[in-house]
């Protein structure tokens, strides 16, 4: 295996949105981080509903070699077949295409999602060891103490997206980190709201499982978990966070961590998905 990305590129690629630049922000931010480790001779970005465009920026990649890095929770649609075809890989039937391929006089690597890969499970337990230590109560409790809930959309649209969650579930639960861990869904059973009642603790920790801060994490969940709309709307419009950390409800308390797309020990899983497609 080559660990020298030096005279390489790496390319995230993010969903990204039009109408809300939010969605980009954690592609780019993971992007500078990555560019400031210097590992790699070059570190670009791409998303597929704004600029830069997946389709046009192989022109810009220098490097012999180029890594090509989904910034997505688990395969489906964008990964398996709209990333790949818009970037120029071989189709082989089927809606099929091959993950690795010299274009022109560059070996490129379609590598797997950031979200599939084991390693996530480390993101997971640092965002939520990490919300706890910033807003202790009066003292951080110990996570034997706590009840770990990974919160996901939910849907039949793609059920890879379960399954990734109840994954990292399952391997944090092995750990014995924790007192007890869930999988919870806004859109599927067992609902988000239904934590307060499964923990086996008084002290509860949520960690949103999503690449980007949006409508689902700062706005839908904490409105779930019982924080009055009109007080969530509020904190929107003075630009503060949704939910406070700790929020005591039902007797008991829950911290609720951001997105892992913030999370800097991401950066780490991007790597190991460039390592093991060499």
Not at 37 to 63: H, I, M, N, Y
Not at 77 to 83: A, H, K, L, M, R
Not at 156 to 170: A, L
Not at 194 to 201: D, F, H, R
């Amino acid at each position: 295996m080559n660990d020298d990305f030096s005279k390489d590129t790496l390319v995230l690629v993010g969903h990204g949105s039009a109408l809300n630049g939010e969605f980009s922000m954690p592609t780019n931010r993971q992007a500078a981080e990555l560019r400031s480790r210097k590992v790699f001779g070059q570190v670009l970005e791409a998303f597929w509903q704004t600029e830069p465009d997946l389709s046009g920026v192989l022109r810009g990649a220098a490097g012999r070699r180029v890594f090509i890095v989904p910034m997505f929770l688990s395969e489906g649609y964008f990964t398996e077949e709209v990333i790949p075809r818009e970037m120029g890989f071989e189709c082989l039937g089927e809606k099929q295409y091959s993950r690795s391929q010299t274009i022109g006089e560059q070996d490129v690597y379609c590598c797997g999602p950031v979200g599939t890969h084991e390693t996530m499970t480390e993101v997971l337990l640092a965002s939520a060891q990490g919300v706890i230590e910033q807003h202790p109560f009066p003292r951080a409790p110990k996570p034997a103490d706590c009840s770990l809930f990974v919160a996901g959309r939910g849907t039949s649209n793609n059920e890879n997206s379960r399954k990734v969650i109840e994954s990292h579930v399952e391997l944090i639960g092995e750990r014995g980190i924790y007192r007890d861990v869930h999988a919870s869904f806004m859109e599927e059973d067992p609902k988000i709201e239904a934590c307060w009642t499964k923990a086996e603790t008084k002290n509860l920790v949520m960690v949103p499982f999503f690449i980007s801060a949006g409508p689902h994490s700062y706005e839908h969940i904490p409105k779930m978990l019982g924080e009055p709309e009109r007080m969530v709307r509020k904190r929107l419009d003075a630009d503060q966070p949704t939910w406070r950390n700790p929020t005591e409800r039902n007797g008991k308390r829950l911290w609720y961590s951001r997105c892992i797309g913030d999370e800097p020990t991401l950066a780490d899983v991007i790597l190991q998905r460039a390592r093991e497609v060499q």
